[in-house]
């Protein structure tokens, strides 16, 4: 039997008003009002199995994947991509998730079977 995910993680806005969905086998982050009601449906390459995301105390939206190993951010209506914060070439491999430590100023990535990635952000 082959198990279709359609929501993978989910993380809610500081406000409470926009709910964030993360769908790892379409690729696809979906923004949803407090009511249910589809906002944006963000789709891109770099989403290919997203598996980590976030929301900062602040409302950005942090988002990572297995491959093709990446952190990002996005904007707060789910509809692009603001900044690539981490990739391969920074020594992320295989992330699976993603936490902003407000206290360090720091992304925190869990990743598959390795170390835990940690970079500061400004």
């Not at 449906?41 to 297995?66: F, M, S």
Request: glycine share 6%.
């Amino acid at each position: 039997m082959l198990l279709c995910f359609a929501v993978w993680k989910c993380a809610v806005s500081p406000t409470g008003d926009r709910l964030y969905i993360s769908n790892y086998r379409q690729h696809k982050l979906l923004t949803l009002a407090r009511d249910g009601t589809l906002l944006a449906t963000y789709t891109d390459q770099a989403l290919e199995r997203l598996t980590g995301l976030h929301v900062t105390p602040a409302g950005q939206v942090l988002v990572c994947g297995c491959w093709p190993h990446y952190v990002l951010q996005v904007d707060v209506e789910g509809k692009s991509k603001l900044a690539t914060l981490a990739t391969q070439e920074d020594g992320l491999r295989y992330p699976v998730s993603v936490c902003y430590s407000s206290t360090t100023s720091s992304i925190i990535v869990g990743q598959y079977r390795k170390n835990i990635f940690v970079f500061r952000v400004e």
